[in-house]
């Protein structure tokens, strides 16, 4: 699917460069957590892998992922901002993105942590490749969900 052609140019260019040079891709050999999602509207697929540290945060991302160029950038944008978090912390990151994508805004904060991952925020105006963009999000939110139950 092309990118919707509203979206401003200079967000088109960066989604296109993670969608083509994709961050992180290649999953991890024996990761603590896996998730695996998919958006039937689109055939999306990301697959993404963590490795913990002996601390409990996140040292390692991997993914691999086919689909819209929207629902790949997104999730390449996502892992960069993993590395040296908490789950939890990774967990309010998902939360924070839901929220914008769901109608809500950046925080001027947010924006500059965030970087590249404003570039999405237009895509809230197309409702129908919102999943697109939040595909890698609740993929982790469902592979930290699956790690938590295992160590109950
Ligand atoms: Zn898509």
Redo the contacts with the bound molecule.
């Keep these: 699917?092309q990118l919707p052609s509203e979206l401003d140019d200079l967000y088109q260019d960066i989604i296109l460069d993670h969608y083509r040079s994709p961050r992180h891709q290649g999953l991890l050999h024996d990761p603590d957590l896996r998730g695996e999602g998919f958006?039937p509207?689109?055939?999306?697929q990301v697959v993404l892998t963590l490795g913990l540290d002996g601390a409990g945060r996140i040292a390692e991302v991997g993914f691999e992922g086919q689909?819209?160029s929207?629902?790949q950038a997104s999730a390449s944008m996502l892992t960069g901002h993993l590395e040296g978090k908490t789950l939890e912390e990774a967990e309010a990151l998902v939360r924070t993105f839901k929220g914008v994508m769901q109608g809500g805004e950046f925080t001027p904060e947010q924006e500059d942590d965030l970087g590249d991952i404003v570039a999405l925020e237009g895509v809230k105006r197309f409702p129908i490749?919102i999943?697109?963009a939040l595909?890698g999000w609740t993929t982790l939110q469902d592979a930290i969900s699956a790690y938590r139950k295992t160590r109950d």
């Design positions: 699917m958006n509207f689109c055939g999306d689909g819209c929207i629902s490749r999943k697109c595909l």
